[in-house]
Structures are given as structure tokens and as C-alpha cells.
């Protein structure tokens, strides 16, 4: 089931935001349009997701309208604060939105871009499960001013995809990339590395298969067990095995290795493109503490230094939007130090680095040991910046904890 919310302060029910919030009308602006409807709960996830049996009263047919009820609380919100701006980036993300009709996903980018506008050549995304899409679904969407179709792959090893409850068919990425590229929009495809019983050459039979797909970009994540998930409790009771750290570490390798030899290059350590052009907008403004604002039941939202999330449940985030209030559940205003370690965490993730200069000032001595360990690059450093070499991107959080501890 999903974990539950951050502790935080109470929102305010109208969800206007607070009078001294300072907005800076150069910071790039995006929106987040979550979908929490599955056909079934994936044992490894803890993402804010439904099925049908545990709707409660909410409707998946009314769910369009209900968020479009949020998109427009938002547009007078900001429209007060003076923080309208036209959106960079749009992602539907999930939960699976394709299991909506596309006329409602058209429906719901026209009233967002109706509310805030979009910037020319804007990038907007729809993660789709490989068993929706169809030839129709995706010049639908591409019709409605979707540009990139983020594919959930996984693998394409059958147990591998029965150990992480996944239920597409393999063959049925292949269908769902060809629609999509015959519909104009660009492709990523998400996978999953560190599954129960996957060998390294099951993770390469994968990683051939995303390869022959000859799509724009590719995700490969390490399992994490979340506690709470199917996964967590079957691990617990040693009916399969936890993931092995030095399996996952050759896993990135190999990927890092057969991803740039066919023309991919990293910019994100879990994430490659085949050109600075096609790399994931959307997820680099929140790695650059962009703003943004998450419609939609469990998102998270973030303007200006000020974050909020909203109530969990799609029949409680229903309720407060048909009473005319703000969905909000909690809000927080990090202090210094929590900025600065979340800054450091983001940006040492992304290929650009963190500027050396932008480290806590007593940290800033580290980054020669971690040269010398061979995590951070050297000639980078002495540009003045903090990059990580493929050992540091394996070793990134001992990186981060390097330089904020």
C-alpha cells in the first residue's frame, strides 16, 4: 500500500500561498498530473495507486473533471501570488494514465494549458503500461499536444516480469513504441535491474531488447524494497531473496557500457538519452528546484521555496475539491540546511554536477578525497565543479553524504 504523508504544517483550505512568498517569474514553471489507477498493484510498488477495489467511492470516470477542478484552483492561487507562469514541461505520471480514455488526458492538458499556457516547443509526457497503447491511443494523445511517451518496460524476461507482478506481454512493448513513433512522439522506456532471480544475462537479454526498440531514451533503476510493498513482506519471510548490491552494481555497468556503445550518453545517474535534446525535461526541473505544482491525490507540489501534498485517497481529494477547498493535506518551508543538503543530493546526480562554490563552505576541502577515491572527476573539479565518475555514480549517496555530513 502507499506509504503515508510527510508530517508538515497545516494547509490553508482556500490554498492560497503565504503573503511574503517571494516567486521569481525567470524560474521555469512545470505541472505534474497524476493518474492513481492500476489494473493491479505492482509487489514492488509504494507509489500513491489504487485498483478498483480500493477506489471507495471515487469514480475513475469522474476523475478528469475532478482534477480539472484542482487546475483551476491552482490558476487563481497563483494568479493572486503573481506567480502565473506558462508551463516548461507537463507529465502524466502514475499509477498507469493510460488506463484513462486519451480524451481525458486531452481533456486535462487543455484545461492546464488553457490555465497557464505553454511555452513553444513545451514537453509533455504520458507514461504509459505497454497494454494501452494502440495505433488510436497514441495519435489521440499526440493530437492533443503530447510530445514523449515514457513506456513502462521493465524487462523483457518473462520471470523477471512475474517477480515484479508485472503484466504486459514483452511483445507488447515492441507494438507500443511502433504506434507511438508512428504517431510523431518521442519515446523512453523504463527499466526495472535487481529483480528476485534475475541473472546479469537476463538483465542483458533486457537491455538488448530496449536496444532494438532504437527509442530516444532509456531509465534503468535499481529495485529498491520499500517497506509496506508485497515485496518487503516476501523478502521478510524468505520466500525470495533480498536484492545483491554487487550484482545491481554490475547490472549499471553493463548498461552504462552497452547504452554509450550504442549511442546513449548518461545525464542523470539513472538515466541516458541519445542527445541533449531528447533527455527528460520534466525531470531535470526537479533536479534544478524548479517550480512546479502536483495536481492530482498524494502529489507534491513545490513554488518558491514552499512545498504542499495533497490528501491520498482519490475519494478524499474528490471531496475537499467538490466542497470548494483546496486539496492540500500539509505544507513546509525547509530551512537552510535541509535546502542545501536536497541541492547537493539533486544536482550531484545530474551530469552538470554541483558548483564546488555551492557547497557548504566547510565541506568544499572533501571534494580532493573524493578525487582521489575516484568519485568525483578531476578536470571537472578544476573547472569548479562536483562530477561523478561512473565509480561515484555507483557510490552516490556515500558522495552526498561526503559532502553535507
Not at 508512428?182 to 542483458?204: F, H
Not at 561523478?388 to 553524504?401: F, I, N, P, Q, S
Amino acid at each position: 500500500m502507499p506509504g503515508p504523508l510527510p508530517l508538515g504544517d497545516p494547509a490553508p483550505t482556500d490554498g492560497h500561498l503565504p503573503s511574503d512568498l517571494s516567486v521569481d517569474p525567470a524560474v521555469p514553471f512545470s505541472a505534474y498530473l497524476h493518474v492513481p489507477f492500476c489494473r493491479v498493484r505492482c509487489g514492488y510498488c509504494d507509489f500513491n495507486t489504487y485498483t478498483s477495489s480500493e477506489l471507495r467511492g471515487a469514480k475513475q470516470e469522474d476523475y478528469a473533471t475532478t482534477l480539472i477542478g484542482e487546475i483551476d484552483l491552482a490558476r487563481r492561487v497563483l494568479a493572486d501570488a503573481g506567480a502565473l507562469r506558462a508551463m516548461d514541461t507537463v507529465f502524466f505520471g502514475g499509477g498507469t494514465p493510460t488506463l484513462l480514455p486519451p480524451g481525458d488526458l486531452a481533456r486535462m492538458l487543455d484545461a492546464a494549458t488553457d490555465a497557464f499556457g505553454l511555452v513553444d516547443g513545451a514537453e509533455v509526457t504520458v507514461e504509459a503500461n505497454p497494454d494501452t497503447v494502440t495505433p488510436q491511443v497514441a495519435r489521440t494523445l499526440a493530437d492533443a499536444g503530447v510530445t514523449r511517451l515514457s513506456i513502462g518496460m521493465q524487462s523483457a524476461v518473462p520471470h523477471v516480469l512475474a517477480a515484479l507482478d508485472r503484466t504486459h506481454h514483452p511483445d507488447n512493448v515492441t507494438t507500443a513504441v511502433a504506434a507511438a513513433k508512428e504517431a510523431g512522439l518521442a519515446v523512453s522506456v523504463d527499466l526495472i535491474y535487481g529483480a528476485p532471480g534475475e541473472t546479469l544475462g537476463d538483465w542483458e537479454a533486457s537491455l538488448d531488447a530496449a536496444l532494438a526498440l532504437d527509442s530516444d531514451h532509456v531509465s534503468a533503476y535499481a529495485l529498491i524494497i520499500e517497506d509496506g510493498t508485497k515485496l518487503a513482506r516476501q523478502i521478510r519471510r524468505g520466500e525470495v531473496p533480498a536484492p545483491d548490491d554487487d550484482l545491481q552494481a554490475d547490472m549499471y555497468e553493463l548498461a552504462d557500457a552497452r547504452l554509450a556503445a550504442a549511442g546513449f550518453d548518461w545525464y542523470e545517474v539513472s538515466n541516458w538519452s541519445r542527445s541533449e535534446q531528447q533527455r527528460s525535461r520534466h525531470n531535470l526541473a526537479y533536479w534544478r528546484g524548479n517550480d512546479w505544482w502536483g495536481f492530482g491525490p498524494g502529489a507534491h507540489s513545490h513554488v518558491a521555496g514552499l512545498r504542499w501534498w495533497n490528501v491520498k485517497h482519490p475519494a478524499a481529494y474528490a471531496q475537499r475539491l467538490a466542497a470548494a477547498e483546496s486539496p492540500a493535506a500539509g505544507t513546509e518551508r525547509p530551512d537552510e540546511a535541509s535546502r542545501t543538503l536536497e541541492r547537493v543530493l539533486l544536482l550531484s546526480r545530474i551530469r552538470e554536477g554541483i558548483a564546488i562554490a555551492d557547497l557548504p563552505a566547510e565541506r568544499r576541502t572533501r571534494v580532493a578525497g573524493l578525487i582521489a577515491d575516484g568519485l568525483v572527476d578531476p578536470g571537472a573539479a578544476v573547472r569548479g565543479r562536483v562530477q561523478l565518475t561512473l565509480r561515484g555514480r555507483l557510490l552516490a549517496d556515500a558522495v552526498v553524504r561526503e559532502l553535507t555530513d
